[in-house]
């Protein structure tokens, strides 16, 4: 073993103050961490390309990714048969995956399955390009480009490759992303409630419910039309009600909570939503007598 003034210096010092039942057992680990760490330095500057490629293999099994990737690098700048790159884009493929860079290793997988279409790797590359999309748009952001993305490229796997054994592993994963992107449509459109922006709430709701009909939070979403209508109509009474058309208009947003209120009531006999004070059914009420005024 390669001799360095530093780590002699701190090893003397380490041994004056530990216990001699462990003196042993320190030197061996320090010897042990220097050796692995000479031995990989050693083969990055070996110019044995062979060397180098079975040492990558080695780390690689051993998941030291980073390290393995190093050396499967270096390989590939210098081997130039087609066999020998083919599998050498495969691992880096892999190892990017693996050290969580999901943007490049999808551009990667992407590009081993353009390079060698007619691979035994080339269907597993075209998923594994598709998957990495996937885990990488995962996110909490409001945007859903990303999703929008992955989604497509698990499908156009599924098109290509219709009888592969990830097909199912892909449909679960579409059926993820949608309720991903449902829960954000929930989430922006609700923002507009939150804001009182009820005109813009009510659009956006619609929207998200023909977009994801099968939205989780579809019940909550079209108590949210009722409600708004509802407070649509009310915050209208901050005009003069002198004006003919101001009139009008609270009157025909009254009938539209009406007309939304008795299709959600019959959707949903049973909603906590219909009960209590701030109840829907409490807000028909009013809105009746209101109605009743202003005809």
């Not at 700048?77 to 190892?95: D, L, M, R, S, V």
């Not at 449902?182 to 009820?198: C, E, H, P, S, V």
């Not at 009909?213 to 949210?224: G, V």
Request: hydrophobic share 35%.
């Amino acid at each position: 073993m390669a001799t360095f003034p530093l780590f002699n210096l701190y090893l003397r010092f380490i041994l004056k103050r530990v216990s001699p039942n462990i003196n042993v057992l320190v030197l061996c680990l320090l010897m042990f961490a220097s050796s692995c760490k000479t031995q990989y330095s050693r083969i990055t500057k070996d110019p044995d390309m062979q060397k180098k490629l079975e040492f990558a293999h080695k780390y690689y099994k051993e998941k030291d990714f980073e390290k393995a990737m190093v050396l499967f690098d270096q390989v590939s700048a210098f081997i130039t048969g087609q066999k020998e790159q083919e599998e050498i884009q495969f691992y880096i493929a892999y190892c990017n995956y693996n050290m969580g860079n999901y943007d490049l290793a999808s551009y990667l997988f992407k590009s081993y399955h353009e390079n060698y279409p007619s691979s035994k790797n080339a269907e597993e590359c075209y998923y594994m390009y598709a998957y990495s999309h996937y885990i990488s748009s995962q996110g909490s952001d409001l945007d859903p480009t990303n999703n929008y993305k992955a989604i497509e490229e698990l499908q156009s796997f599924i098109n290509i490759y219709p009888e592969s054994k990830h097909v199912e592993e892909s449909n679960k994963c579409i059926d993820k992303l949608r309720g991903i992107m449902g829960t954000k449509a929930y989430k922006n459109a609700k923002l507009y409630f939150k804001i009182q922006d009820y005109k813009a709430a009510i659009v956006a709701i619609k929207n998200a419910i023909k977009a994801w009909p099968d939205i989780e939070q579809r019940e909550e979403m079209e108590y949210l039309i009722v409600k708004s209508h509802y407070l649509l109509a009310e915050n209208s009474a901050e005009f003069s009600e002198e004006d003919g058309k101001i009139k009008r208009i609270k009157l025909e947003r009254y009938q539209s909570m009406i007309e939304s209120y008795l299709i959600f009531k019959e959707t949903y006999p049973q909603s906590k939503y219909l009960v209590g004070k701030d109840g829907l059914t409490n807000d028909y009420n009013k809105t009746q007598k209101e109605i009743q005024k202003l005809s």
